[in-house]
């Protein structure tokens, strides 16, 4: 999901974090390091990965979430923070804790949400976009060039097809920090929302894989390793579960759980969101091509680039949780409203390329969805708006076959989850519901 602090959570809040503060950092940094087998980047072998942490007003959470990435091993490339017009320390505790670690850290202006990202693909082009992925038909066309803006309102072109070479090896590329390790790369930049921010770091990126990171979400240690022995050829994405726990400083420590390895379709991107924004590694050169994240939707943006990476190769997720995800009130996906609106009109992007029985069938589920979702959170006139709108919509036609295939499966499951006795899975679901 979007995951920003004041700006981006996706699910109910447990409670909120405590702050990391100045002598906390330097603990939990050699606390991690030792446990990771390292004392510091320098001393690990390298990955080709970027990882891309959107930051506004997030001193408290920070550090952990820094910590988290640079005492993985192998150790990323590089980790952008993207000050998104932060009135707060953040910039200080990213430049704290890279010191901590002994990690170098350079600042710099943001090269801007559209430098290098293509807009996303106009509706209908995704699939088209597709034909560029080995072993489907069609003739690929050229990548967006990384140093030209893109405009808001062009249509995306088809691009080429992400590079099959597998970056497995965590020191296919030399560091860019001193002795070959990591560095903290600071980018500033005035306000401009979750999607924004990330689209910055997308831009900025040297890696030839992305790994999200949120500013008040933790790593576990053995994630990075686990996700790059799947990144191999005609995978975009690797995803995995996550826990929802309401202490960042609290989180982080366990070794990353052994679990199943699942494709997460198109299809079933079409029905729900399946993974979590900080549980995502995905090849740059294919997030480029589809454009990057959509700020219009922002509170769904992070489903609508999933459900678009899908289209371009497989996506592979790990069935146990490497991430620890910090709930916060104070968010996007808070505003559920918001969340329905935008939601709907990423749906309706979504379906137009399918046939008029199922896309009519997957309409009335997100409506009917919602619905449940305001009627749990107590807010029965918008829960009454929902159904409304299927009448308006013309879908009551659809809405045996929606409860039929989505609805009953999706309530069973919520059932049994709170059934005593009943260990609750990781994360797998919806931002909304």
Same mark, same amino acid.
């Given at each position: ?8 959570? *996706? ?14 950092? @330097? ?5 991690? +390091? ?7 980047? $320098?001393?690990?072998?390298? !990955? ?17 979430a820094l910590v988290s990435a640079l005492t993985q091993r192998p150790v990323p490339l ?33 090269? @801007?949400?559209?430098? @290098? ?17 080995? /072993?489907?038909?069609?003739?690929? !066309? +050229? ?25 497995? &090896?965590?020191? +296919? *590329? ?10 903290? *790369? ?20 040297? @890696? ?20 790059? !022995? ?100 104070? +968010?996007? &996906? ?8 935008? $939601? ?30 305001? $009627? ?25 076959? !929606? ?13 049994? *989850? ?10 797998? /679901?919806?931002?909304?519901?």
């Open positions: 999901m979007t995951e920003m602090p004041t700006a981006g959570r *996706r699910s109910p809040a447990d409670g909120e974090p405590h702050a990391a503060g100045p002598a906390t950092v @330097g603990d939990r940094a050699r606390e991690r +390091s030792a446990g990771a087998g390292t004392t510091g980047g $320098a001393a690990s072998p390298v !990955a080709d990965v970027s990882v891309v942490v959107p930051a506004h007003n997030a001193a408290e959470t920070l550090a952990d590089e980790v952008i923070v993207v000050d998104d017009g932060s009135v707060d320390e953040t910039a200080s505790v990213a430049r704290s804790t890279a010191a901590a670690l002994g990690v170098p850290v350079t600042e710099e202006v943001g090269p @801007g949400p559209h430098a @290098g990202v293509a807009p996303p693909a106009a509706p209908g082009s995704e699939h088209d976009a597709a034909a560029s992925v080995p /072993g489907r038909a069609g003739s690929p !066309a +050229s990548p967006a060039s990384p140093a030209s803006p893109a405009s808001p309102a062009s249509p995306a072109s088809p691009a080429s097809p992400a590079s099959p070479a597998s970056p497995a &090896s965590p020191a +296919s *590329r030399p560091g860019v920090g001193d002795g070959g390790g990591p560095a903290v *790369r600071i980018l500033r930049q005035p306000q401009s929302g979750p999607s924004g921010a990330r689209n910055t770091g997308i831009a900025a990126c040297r @890696g030839g894989w992305i790994a999200f990171l949120d500013a008040d979400d933790v790593w576990h240690q053995g994630k990075l390793d686990r996700q790059l !022995a799947l990144a191999g050829p005609g995978v975009v994405v690797v995803a995995s579960d996550w826990v929802r726990r309401s202490d960042a400083a609290a989180t982080g420590d366990d070794d990353a759980p052994a679990g199943p390895v699942s494709t997460v379709s198109e299809r079933d991107l079409m029905v729900l969101n399946r993974f979590q924004t900080s549980t995502v590694l995905a090849r740059t050169d294919a997030v480029r091509a589809v454009g990057g994240f959509d700020p219009s939707i922002d509170g769904v943006e992070d489903w609508d680039m999933w459900r678009r990476l899908a289209s371009r190769g497989r996506i592979v997720k790990i069935d146990a949780p490497l991430v620890s995800y910090v709930n916060r009130g104070d +968010s996007y &996906s808070k505003d559920l409203v918001r969340v329905y609106e935008t $939601a709907m009109t990423m749906v309706a992007r979504a379906v137009s390329t399918l046939p008029r029985r199922p896309a009519r069938r997957l309409r009335a589920w997100h409506h009917l969805r919602f619905a449940v979702a305001f $009627a749990l959170a107590g807010d029965g006139p918008h829960a009454r708006r929902c159904c409304g709108d299927v009448y308006r919509a013309g879908l009551l036609s659809a809405v045996p076959g !929606a409860v039929a295939l989505h609805l009953l499966p999706f309530l069973y499951g919520r059932l049994r *989850r709170r059934l005593p006795g009943h260990r609750r899975p990781a994360g797998t /679901g919806s931002q909304a519901t």
